[in-house]
C-alpha cells in the first residue's frame, strides 16, 4: 500500500512538471518576431515628406519579412533571406511616392504625401522558420490641403497683481482639422490643472496664478503653439505686472517697448540730470 501511494505521487508529480513544461514552451513558442513600436503620425499636410516607423524585437524568431500595406494593398517589402536589389522592395501604388533609397527595415518615407495618401497604414511583420509567425499593427494617416493658421490667444488683462488668477484662451482658425494647441508660460509647460480642455476642439484655455515668482522683470510671457505634422505657429503675449505698468507710467514710456531691462530709465534719469542744470543756465 505505502508503496503504491508513492507511485501515485510521482505520478502527480510527473504530470504536473509536464504541464508546466508545456505552458513554458507554449508560451515562448507563440512569440514571433514582435512588433516592438509602431509610429505612423495621425495628420500631415500636402507636400510633406511622411517617415512611417516600424519596429520590430527579433530575440524570440528572426525576421522572415517585413511589409507595409495602404488600405491592404502592399507598398513595401524586406525579405532580408532574398537578395533583391532596394528598388524592387517599392511597389508602385496610387497616392504613395516611396522614397526607397531612404527606406529600411525599420523606417519607410514617404515622399510628399497628397490627399490621396490619407488611408490605414499597417505593418505586417513575420518570423523565421519553422512557424512563420504573423503579427501585424495598423494606424491611420490623414493628410490635409490647408495650411496651418496663426493660432490666437485672448483674454489678457491690461495689468495683472500677484496672486490674480490669470485666464487666457487659444483658439485655432483651421477649418478643415485642428491643430494640435499647448501652451507654455515662460517657456515652461503648464500643469496639467492648469490647462482646460473640453468646450470645443479649437479652443484650449489656461488658468494659472500669478504668483509674484512668475514674473521676469515685470512681465510673464505665455506662447500659445499650433502644430500638425512638422508644422508649427506659435502665438505670443507679454502679461504685464502692475508695479510694471506703474513705472512705465511714471517715465513716460507708453509704448513699453524699452524699459524693460532699465537701462533705458536709467539713461533717461541721467539725461535729466545733466541736462536739468544746463536748461536753467542758458534760461537765465
Ligand atoms: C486598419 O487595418 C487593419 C488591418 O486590416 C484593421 O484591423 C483595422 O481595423 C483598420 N483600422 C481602421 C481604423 O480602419
Ligand atoms: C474661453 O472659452 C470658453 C468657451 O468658449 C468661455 O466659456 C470662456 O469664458 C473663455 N475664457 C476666456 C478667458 O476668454
Known sequence: MASMRCNMSSITDLIYH???????????????????????????????????????????????????????????????SSHIDTLDQCLPISGIDTKCWESSERKVVLGGVVGASTGNYTCEVIGDHPRFKKTSKSAVLDVYSEALEMPMV??????????????????SFNSEYNPMLTWTINDQ?????????????RTVGLNFKAEADKFIK???????????????????????NQHF??????????????TRDGFLP???????????????????
Open 18 to 80: 509536464l504541464f508546466i513544461l508545456l505552458l513554458f514552451m507554449t508560451g515562448t513558442a507563440v512569440m514571433g518576431a514582435q512588433i516592438t513600436d509602431l509610429r505612423v503620425p495621425s495628420m500631415a499636410l500636402e507636400g510633406d515628406d511622411v517617415t512611417l516607423h516600424c519596429d520590430y524585437d527579433e530575440s524570440d524568431s528572426r525576421l522572415y519579412s517585413l511589409k507595409w500595406y495602404k488600405d491592404g494593398v502592399e507598398f513595401y517589402r524586406h525579405v532580408p
Open 189 to 201: 509647460k503648464p500643469k496639467m490643472t492648469e490647462v482646460l480642455r473640453g468646450w470645443n476642439k
Open 266 to 284: 536709467m539713461v533717461f534719469m541721467i539725461t535729466i540730470a545733466i541736462f536739468a542744470p544746463l536748461r536753467l543756465f542758458t534760461l537765465q
Open 245 to 258: 505698468q506703474a513705472q512705465q507710467y511714471l517715465l513716460g514710456g507708453a509704448t513699453g517697448c524699452c
Open 218 to 240: 515685470g512681465v510673464i510671457t505665455v506662447h500659445c503653439t499650433a502644430q500638425v505634422g512638422q508644422h508649427v505657429k506659435v502665438a505670443e503675449v507679454h502679461l504685464y
Open 154 to 171: 485672448v483674454g489678457a488683462a491690461e495689468y495683472y497683481q500677484d496672486q490674480d488668477y490669470i485666464k487666457l484662451n487659444c483658439t
